[in-house]
């Protein structure tokens, strides 16, 4: 009953000031508490809430919300220091490990491998890579074609992913011109018609 005479005492002052243009206390309980609209409250969360936040964040919400859902529930309490220094407390003796969710890679078959293989041959047999270079000199240019260029123009041009391994550059392209770089490709995948190996057309041109 004293508690109850005292927060009414409370909330006979706080209209008392208000209507003398005062300060009016702006206490987060009270407003939750007495229903006083509000436009945002500030809580901590003491578990999680999809939408919302993690445990131990303090977030603003509607003060309905709060007093009608996440305090009945103890879902959340109003950002105080007592509530804050208890929440912290807590979480430290009682906060759950995380448990990372790992993911069961399934190995490709040798199946899988060859249709990849397919796949990308079948791309590979018609396309044409053209890259555009800054010369130096005539037709030397002024920075080479490294292998690491060309798997990645592939990559961009093509839309083909291709190893190093599969792409045998003996040595940079350092000049204009169309050239046919070997490809090392499985040996059970069939070859274009009229050639005796697979080969990656590549055209530099003059930027």
């Keep these: ?27 987060p309980l009270l407003y939750a508490g007495q229903g006083v609209r509000y436009r945002k409250l500030e809580v901590i969360l003491t578990t999680n809430i999809d939408k919302l936040g993690k445990a131990g ?32 407390e807590q979480r430290k003796i009682y906060q759950p490990k995380e448990v990372e969710e790992v993911k069961k890679v399934v190995p490709k078959t040798e199946e899988d491998v060859m249709k990849e293989y397919r796949t990308a041959a079948k791309r590979l047999e018609n396309a044409k890579l053209v890259l555009r270079k800054y010369i130096k000199i005539d037709t030397e240019l002024r920075s080479p074609v490294e292998k690491e260029e060309i798997i990645s123009e592939v990559a961009r041009q093509i839309g083909v992913r291709i190893e190093p391994e599969n792409l045998q550059l003996t040595q940079p392209l350092s000049t204009l011109g169309e050239f046919a770089v070997p490809l090392r490709l499985p040996k059970s995948l069939p070859l274009p018609e009229g050639k005796v190996n697979w080969t990656l057309d590549v055209k530099i041109r003059k930027k």
């Design 1 to 27: 009953m004293v508690y109850l005479q005292y927060g009414k005492s409370i909330l006979r002052q706080s209209k008392i000031l208000k209507d003398k243009s005062a300060n009016v206390l702006h206490h």
């Design 57 to 88: 964040e303090t977030v603003k919400v509607a003060p309905g919300h709060f007093r009608n859902h996440l305090m009945p529930k103890l879902l959340a309490v109003p950002n105080i220091d007592k509530f804050a220094y208890l929440i912290s």
